[in-house]
């Protein structure tokens, strides 16, 4: 057993193009200039490790997957950010460009406009080969953890992938916390739930559009973010918690109905949405390795989410920035 291990996140590693501060977010055929440029590292499921492997520490947090040496040196982006942080990453697979058939990793273009909103075409590249058997073959490192332990999990890789995953963290004691983003447009939760067998997860994390996704009911409150949740429950699923922008959260599960309001930062000028669901996710599941209740990691977690809005491009929040 490893000691220090509590989250394992399996998924994809992406390098972000961002176009920050631009005049607006364009319609087909339109140009603009103006904004600024910045390389980082991406992909949800990679930010998320990042995030909380910054707040707990080194070493309680190891990720699961596949990158190639691409020519451009943009592999490097991410797995740099992660070594930084202190995540394992004996399990992340590195490939040859050539062997790979000259495929690259995963690519994120970002532009985001003056108030904070952005549009994210994300190209997979390698992450489109990261498959159930990668998950097989890092089953030690489920075996590993150290109770209480999580898996975060993002819908940015194969769907099988993703079932593998939620199978393998139920094999061995694991909780998962689901974050919706990257799930299509083409079906509501229950043929979803069915071929991702997700009854059982412990939290999913969706924001307004994800839930109104998976549910069919579009959130604009609390009333209608409850109706959502009563929808994913009955699937079998513990808590629910809805992040909606400006507006916060929205927390449910047994015995817990709240709303959840954005608190009020002084974070000057920069407002940028990349990575604030992420920021939320990995928070919400390090507060719940450290023994925080539900509605305790929850509270937590809205409030890094908002400091992370106030950033530029992906910067995890530290423990000691949380008041």
């Not at 707990?56 to 190891?62: F, I, P, R």
């Not at 790979?100 to 994120?108: E, N, Q, V």
């Not at 409850?226 to 699923?237: C, R, T, Y």
């Amino acid at each position: 057993m490893n000691e220090d291990l509590q989250i394992i996140v399996p998924g994809g590693l992406n390098t972000d193009l961002i176009g920050l501060g631009v005049e607006r977010l364009l319609g087909p055929g339109e140009l603009t200039l103006g904004g600024t440029f910045h390389v980082g590292p991406g992909g949800k499921a990679r930010n998320m490790a990042q995030m909380a492997a910054v707040w707990l520490g080194a070493g309680k947090v190891a990720m699961i997957g596949k990158t190639v040496r691409d020519p451009y040196g943009l592999w490097k982006v991410p797995l740099d950010a992660l070594h930084e942080a202190g995540v394992d990453t004996g399990s992340v697979q590195i490939l040859d460009f050539e062997e790979s058939g000259r495929k690259f990793p995963g690519i994120a273009l970002i532009p985001v406009d003056a108030s904070g909103k952005n549009q994210i075409y994300c190209i997979p590249g390698i992450n489109s080969d990261f498959g159930p058997e990668d998950i097989r073959a890092a089953e030690d490192l489920f075996r590993s953890v150290s109770q209480p332990a999580y898996m975060m999990l993002a819908l940015e890789i194969p769907e099988e992938t993703v079932r593998e995953a939620i199978t393998m963290a139920r094999r061995h004691g694991i909780k998962v916390v689901l974050d919706p983003g990257g799930i299509k447009e083409r079906s509501f939760i229950g043929e979803e739930q069915r071929r991702l067998g997700v009854e059982g997860v412990f939290v999913i994390k969706p924001n307004e559009f994800e839930a109104e996704i998976l549910t069919g009911v579009a959130i604009d409150g609390f009333e209608s973010a409850a109706k959502a949740a009563e929808i994913l429950l009955s699937q079998g699923i513990e808590y629910v918690m809805i992040t909606h922008g400006g507006k916060g959260a929205y927390l449910f599960g047994e015995g817990v109905l709240r709303h959840i309001p954005v608190p009020e930062i002084s974070g000057g000028e920069i407002h940028d949405e990349t990575g604030c669901g992420d920021q939320v996710t990995a928070t919400l599941t390090a507060c719940l390795t450290e023994g925080h209740s539900i509605e305790q990691a929850a509270e937590i977690a809205v409030r890094a989410g908002t400091l992370q809005f106030h950033r530029k491009g992906i910067k995890p929040v530290r423990r000691e920035e949380i008041g």
